[in-house]
């Protein structure tokens, strides 16, 4: 297919037009209010990422020379430029929702952010006793002057620009006090679900850090720094973990990307900051201009709106859901392992208990007398969980344990660091990956003596090790006694341990490698099967679809009469609905309480459906330049489940987000059809077991059997409607 740059949208504009739907559920009135909050916060911290990995990303492109042109056809400049359009947008909205929707909202709930004129003088008093014993011991005010030159500001940290007058000789002088990260953002002062903003806290108190200056007023601000790691190991530099810890420590002090200023600042104090961050800037790096200082509104740094988020107010949050335990892992009186043995076993989280399945597998393998060794990847954890405590009592008890960290695991490098050394220091075996690749995918071996023999047993899984994303993430478990698949682990752990070249696998799809080959492959063969009049369909649902070929692979297969449905929660630079192209070819987003992250792949294989999925998503970084492993699910016990996720994931008609081949996504609405949310169907029952399954008109006669097998209809009849659907 010839390259034409309209059949691609951008992928930084695609990702921004996700972040507008995460925004979306802040103003979404169906959402309880604190939810709504927490998504205003969710959009915030995601939009300082973009800035410090993607918006500086291309203004390096930018001061090196580098002429990259992505499939769409835009130059870094252009993007740029159309960056700074729709995020200005996107800032005029979520000042508007946060000052003119959430705030008076909440304020009828009693909840408030107060500034310090509206306090009582009881209150003042309480504020202030809080001032001096917390916050003044805690701060330190940098004067600029001859003397003193303008102090370095660390990435996201928030500061107040000062406006000092000395009465003696008459100068005006500029200070910056930073807003200490250590202390709540949000002050108590006495009334229930009430708080003041630390910085005005602190700026009512300057005098006592001026003592003898006239405080002529305050401004805060915040500054977004470059924030990737770049790793060159040589051959004398081959301390991985060293060289990352000094990278995590020289990321504060990495070039300036973005100035966020509060409404009002002084065209002065504007001036001063971009001239000074603007002499902080190297030489070669791109430097700041007018359009890189942002007015954001009243607040700034508004991710910390996540602890209003997380006020215990039950009327105005989402209903609490327990987990529940899958089914064949409830009977108390049997091992793990004897049921992993006898059939395999598919989870489901965070509606499937992550407790009961994942880290009670991992404790049974610690205390279990016959497990001989565990080998575990860990790309992101979440501190000191069961998870952890499981492979350190495991190492004590004399098993072999390896686990590989991935040390750059991006904003979690500090974190995996520290839990890199507490695993060493019990004498777990710790490895750091391969060079130039990120180990990205999750997966657990256990090496087990059994009367029969050594037998291993595996989980692979989508989402990462974490009981914390556990339970919001939407993510796939697979536990299995398969010994192809054991035996493919055992080779890609001796592969990320050790020295190996081994490329070939049984059973997995392993990327670098065989996956991007494998996945054309599947493209490729379904194509064939619709030429041949067979059925022929594909599902895919991931986080993310970027890669030029893979996009090619499915314009071409939808060209050759393939069904294909994308539900892609984030970036998707595929233009579906294209005449002759990709008319077949039909995109949609998830956003909701749920971080979908799930991915999950679905070939309808001439009428032999085939699943695969695991911890790849469609794009370069993952299919080349990350150690990535995709499963096929064999079980075809397990192929209704699957089925039937997928068949309510395209039914939503409450958070699902149609993607037109205007590039504009839109939400859709029940109408007057019953209101379908699958986020509320999985809390119902965690695999849709139940659900009515909804054939869309479109659809080819083959698929509505198949949807209709999968569930046990039989051929040619509808599937019984749940009564809960």
């Known amino acids: 297919m010839q390259a034409d740059p309209v059949l691609f949208l951008n992928r930084e504009l695609s990702w921004l037009e996700f972040n507008a739907r995460v925004l979306h559920e802040a103003f979404d009135e169906r959402n309880p209010l604190l939810e709504r909050v927490k998504f205003l916060s969710i959009f915030s911290t995601n939009l300082d990422e973009f800035y410090m990995v993607r918006v500086a990303g291309l203004r390096r492109q930018i001061a090196a020379g580098i002429h990259h042109v992505p499939p769409d056809g835009m130059t870094a400049a252009e993007q740029l430029a159309a960056i700074n359009v729709r995020v200005a947008s996107l800032i005029q909205q979520q000042r508007h929702c946060l000052h003119d929707l959430l705030l008076p909202a909440l304020a009828d709930h009693g909840v408030?952010?107060?500034?310090?004129?509206?306090?009582?003088?009881?209150?003042?008093?309480?504020?202030?006793?809080?001032?001096?014993?917390?916050?003044?011991?805690?701060?330190t005010p940098l004067a600029v002057d001859p003397g003193h030159p303008f102090p370095y500001i660390s990435n996201l940290s928030l500061s107040l620009g000062v406006q000092v007058n000395d009465p003696v000789t008459g100068a005006m002088r500029f200070a910056r006090v930073k807003v200490p990260k250590s202390l709540p953002r949000w002050i108590p002062f006495g009334r229930p679900n009430q708080f003041v903003p630390l910085e005005k806290v602190i700026g009512a108190n300057l005098g006592a850090l001026f003592p003898g200056m006239e405080i002529h007023g305050f401004n805060a601000f915040r500054v977004t720094r470059y924030s990737d790691l770049e790793l060159a190991l040589s051959d004398e530099q081959d301390d991985l973990l060293a060289i990352i810890e000094e990278q995590v420590f020289q990321r504060r002090f990495a070039e300036v990307v973005r100035v966020e200023v509060e409404s009002g600042i002084p065209s002065s104090l504007r001036e001063l900051l971009l001239d000074e961050l603007r002499d902080d800037q190297a030489e070669e790096l791109a430097p700041l201009v007018e359009s890189d200082l942002v007015e954001t509104g009243p607040l700034l740094e508004l991710g910390d709106l996540m602890a209003i988020a997380m006020l215990d107010i039950p009327e105005l949050r989402d209903p609490p859901f327990i987990p529940v335990t899958p089914p064949e892992l409830r009977d108390n009186t049997r091992s793990i392992f004897d049921v992993i043995?006898?059939?395999?076993?598919?989870?489901?989280?965070?509606?499937?208990?992550?407790?009961?399945?994942?880290?009670?597998?991992?404790?049974?393998?610690?205390?279990?007398?016959?497990?001989?060794?565990?080998?575990?990847?860990?790309?992101?954890?979440?501190?000191?969980?069961?998870?952890?405590r499981a492979l350190t009592e495991a190492a004590q008890r004399g098993k072999q344990v390896a686990v590989l960290i991935e040390l750059q695991a991006r904003f979690d490098e500090a974190n995996n660091i520290t839990?890199?050394?507490?695993?060493?220091?019990?004498?777990?075996?710790?490895?750091?990956?391969?060079?130039?690749?990120?180990?990205?995918?999750?997966?657990?071996?256990?090496?087990?003596?059994?009367?029969?023999?050594?037998?291993?047993?595996?989980?692979?899984?989508?989402?990462?090790?974490?009981?914390?994303?556990?339970?919001?993430?939407?993510?796939?478990?697979?536990?299995?006694?398969?010994?192809?698949?054991?035996?493919?682990?055992?080779?890609?752990?001796?592969?990320?341990?050790?020295?190996?070249?081994?490329?070939?696998?049984?059973?997995?799809?392993?990327?670098?490698?065989?996956?991007?080959?494998?996945?054309?492959?599947?493209?490729?063969?379904?194509?064939?099967?619709?030429?041949?009049?067979?059925?022929?369909?594909?599902?895919?649902?991931?986080?993310?679809?970027?890669?030029?070929?893979?996009?090619?692979?499915?314009?071409?297969?939808?060209?050759?009469?393939?069904?294909?449905?994308?539900?892609?929660?984030?970036?998707?630079?595929?233009?579906?609905?294209?005449?002759?192209?990709?008319?077949?070819?039909?995109?949609?987003?998830?956003?909701?309480?749920?971080?979908?992250?799930?991915?999950?792949?679905?070939?309808?294989?001439?009428?032999?459906?085939?699943?695969?999925?695991?911890?790849?998503?469609?794009?370069?970084?993952?299919?080349?330049?990350?150690?990535?492993?995709?499963?096929?699910?064999?079980?075809?016990?397990?192929?209704?489940?699957?089925?039937?996720?997928?068949?309510?994931?395209?039914?939503?008609?409450?958070?699902?987000?149609?993607?037109?081949?205007?590039?504009?996504?839109?939400?859709?609405?029940?109408?007057?059809?019953?209101?379908?949310?699958?986020?509320q169907r999985f809390l119902q029952d965690s695999w849709g077991r139940s659900a009515e399954v909804v054939v869309p008109a479109d659809r080819t006669e083959a698929w509505r059997d198949a949807e209709q097998l999968a569930l046990g209809a039989p051929l040619g009849q509808s599937a019984a409607p749940s009564s809960s659907a």
């Open 112 to 139: 408030k952010l107060v500034g310090m004129d509206d306090l009582t003088d009881a209150e003042r008093e309480t504020v202030a006793q809080f001032f001096e014993s917390q916050v003044f011991p805690v701060l």
């Open 341 to 388: 043995r006898e059939r395999d076993i598919l989870v489901h989280h965070p509606f499937d208990s992550f407790t009961h399945s994942v880290e009670h597998f991992l404790a049974s393998a610690a205390l279990d007398e016959h497990v001989l060794a565990i080998k575990m990847t860990l790309y992101r954890t979440s501190g000191d969980t069961p998870i952890v």
């Open 419 to 679: 839990w890199a050394r507490t695993l060493e220091g019990f004498g777990v075996h710790v490895a750091y990956g391969l060079a130039g690749l990120k180990t990205h995918t999750k997966t657990t071996l256990v090496v087990r003596r059994e009367a029969d023999g050594i037998r291993r047993y595996a989980h692979i899984g989508s989402g990462n090790y974490n009981s914390k994303t556990a339970r919001v993430y939407t993510d796939i478990g697979l536990f299995t006694a398969g010994p192809l698949m054991g035996a493919d682990l055992t080779d890609l752990f001796n592969a990320l341990t050790g020295f190996s070249r081994q490329s070939n696998y049984r059973k997995l799809l392993i990327a670098p490698g065989s996956m991007r080959k494998g996945f054309l492959e599947l493209i490729e063969r379904e194509a064939e099967f619709a030429r041949a009049g067979k059925p022929a369909r594909i599902i895919a649902k991931m986080n993310a679809l970027v890669d030029e070929e893979m996009i090619r692979a499915l314009y071409s297969a939808s060209q050759a009469g393939v069904e294909i449905d994308l539900i892609v929660r984030g970036i998707c630079c595929l233009r579906p609905g294209v005449a002759g192209v990709s008319e077949r070819i039909h995109v949609i987003s998830i956003v909701g309480r749920f971080l979908e992250h799930s991915r999950l792949f679905y070939f309808a294989n001439g009428g032999e459906a085939e699943f695969y999925f695991g911890s790849a998503d469609w794009m370069p970084r993952n299919l080349d330049r990350r150690i990535e492993a995709v499963a096929p699910v064999d079980d075809p016990a397990l192929h209704a489940r699957l089925h039937s996720l997928l068949t309510n994931f395209l039914r939503d008609n409450r958070q699902a987000w149609d993607l037109g081949p205007d590039a504009r996504y839109t939400q859709r609405h029940p109408g007057a059809a019953p209101m379908f949310s699958v986020h």
